[in-house]
């Protein structure tokens, strides 16, 4: 993981995800694949949330959902 180079595109300003692939079959739930990101890479609070709210961007959600979360992922940053 430390050879990957998603937190580089992340800083680039590409809309980056993680994500996870039928984990009951590969394995890689959600946690596991943020936490092996986080621990491969030296990265801010705010990085790290970017994965979200990238997810939530490229999702087929409602724009108001869309705001919702965004609303509920920033707020969470400002009380950490």
Do not use: W
């Not at 590969?26 to 990265?43: K, P």
């Not at 997810?55 to 959600?61: T, V």
């Not at 959902?65 to 950490?80: A, C, G, P, S």
């Amino acid at each position: 993981m430390e050879d990957h180079n998603i937190v580089d595109l992340l800083r680039k300003g590409l809309c980056v995800t993680i994500n996870s692939d039928d984990p009951a079959y590969f394995g890689g739930y959600m946690t596991d694949n943020f936490l092996a990101v986080s621990n491969a890479h030296a990265m801010s609070k705010t990085e790290i949330a970017q994965f979200t709210f990238n997810a939530i961007e490229a999702s087929f959600i409602s724009k108001d959902d869309k705001i919702l979360l965004n609303i509920v992922i920033q707020t969470y940053l400002e009380r950490t």
